[in-house]
């Protein structure tokens, strides 16, 4: 089928279209740098510039594939989990475009839809199932366990308080480096010893695993390199000597990537499940994809990495989603549904219409 997904739940307006699991174009126009003066996604500025960039970026997709509107199976669009006021937009786009077109709309899980992301990757053998799929964001860090993208996606754990990507903008923040701080302590990173300082490992102690075994908490480790960095400016001996900022990024980011992949392929061998799924902004770090592929190397579980594109927020994966949906025989949602900030990642698809 032919499918436009419509993703607007942060900071990207992604247009995406495909035929069953085809790209066909994946346009996406983000208000980061309206964000980045404030350190963060503000909802209001968000809501606003997908309202201005949907219009345009539909245009430029439908362009970029080739097709028209009214060549559409259906549309796709993100309900959840997301800012809530940009959800809003996107979702009362897609419930207008599909009513004047008198296509089929389907409502989709964010979450679930950075997984099928994975099914556009060029040259890929298709997903296996089970596969443990780990999504780390901005806004997000869940660990899941797919045994089907369409039905069965089960929620292992998650982060108790800040995302991985949060963690990573919040340090930089600290250290005076530009909003978004993911990239900038990665090149700040590049100078630094990553032994230098011994962060904590969130959740991984002995008494936290037995309730926490598959979560994540990243701001004890925020806090800690905020105390580091004031005891070295007290400390009379520094007086003049700068803070180490190689040196602290390093450390900083070796601590969030070794919980990351130590939980994940903790899953994995819990499980018995050979296979792992990276997604998520995050996924650009550069040390947690080498990290993640040596040690899971070293334990016989195979990683897949979509592209960047489709890692970070995009429409695509939101229009393959809802074609994986069809194809498997789903039908449209109704339009009884809204933008569901907290979305849990078990309902895939919202408002499905019952079969009479
Ligand atoms: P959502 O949480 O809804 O998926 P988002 O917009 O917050 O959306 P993404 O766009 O997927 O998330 O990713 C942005 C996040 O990724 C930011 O927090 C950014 O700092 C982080 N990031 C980007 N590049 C890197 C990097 N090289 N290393 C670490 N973090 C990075
Ligand atoms: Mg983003
Ligand atoms: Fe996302």
Redesign the pocket.
């Known amino acids: 089928p032919l499918v436009l997904g419509i993703e607007t739940?942060?900071?990207?307006t992604g247009i995406g279209i495909v035929r069953g699991r085809t790209l066909l174009s994946n346009t996406i126009a983000s208000s980061m740098d309206e964000h980045a003066r404030f350190g963060g996604?503000v909802p209001e500025v968000a809501a606003r510039a997908h309202l201005e960039a949907l219009q345009p970026s539909i245009d430029a997709a439908l362009a970029e594939a080739g097709v028209t509107l009214d060549e559409l199976d259906a549309v796709a669009v993100t309900s959840g989990p997301?800012l809530a006021g940009a959800l809003m937009v996107g979702v009362g786009a897609a419930k207008g475009l599909a009513v004047s077109l008198g296509k089929p709309l389907y409502a989709v899980n964010?979450l679930v839809g950075h997984i099928a992301a994975d099914i556009l990757t060029p040259d890929a053998e298709p997903l296996e199932y089970p596969t443990i799929a780990l999504l780390v964001?901005?806004?997000?860090t869940s660990l899941l366990h797919v045994r089907d993208l369409t039905t069965d996606v089960e929620l292992l754990g998650e982060t108790v308080d800040d995302?991985a990507?949060?963690a990573?903008?919040k340090v930089a923040r600290l250290l005076s480096l530009p909003y978004?701080?993911?990239?900038e302590?990665?090149r700040a990173a590049l100078d630094g010893d990553p032994d230098a300082i011994r962060f904590p490992r969130g959740l991984s102690r002995a008494s936290d695993l037995a309730k926490h075994r598959y979560d994540f908490s990243f701001s004890g480790l925020k806090t800690a390199v905020a105390r580091w960095v004031e005891r070295f400016e007290a400390d009379e001996a520094n007086q003049g000597t700068a803070v180490p900022v190689a040196d602290i990024a390093a450390s900083f980011r070796e601590a969030v990537v070794d919980v990351l992949v130590t939980k994940a392929l903790a899953a994995c061998a819990d499980l018995g499940v050979p296979r792992l799924l990276l997604g998520?902004?995050?996924i650009?770090?550069?040390r947690l994809r080498e990290v993640a592929l040596e040690r899971a190397e070293a334990a016989g579980v195979t990683v897949r990495i979509p592209p960047l594109s489709l890692c970070?927020?995009n429409g695509a994966m939101i229009a393959v989603l809802a074609a994986e949906l069809i194809s498997s025989g789903r039908g449209p949602s109704t339009l009884a549904f809204g933008a569901d900030s907290t979305l849990p990642v078990t309902e895939i698809q919202v408002a499905e219409a019952v079969p009479a």
């Open positions: 739940s942060c900071d990207e996604v997301g964010h964001s901005g806004g997000h995302a990507g949060e990573f903008d978004p701080g993911g990239p302590i990665d998520g902004g995050v650009a770090n550069r970070t927020d």
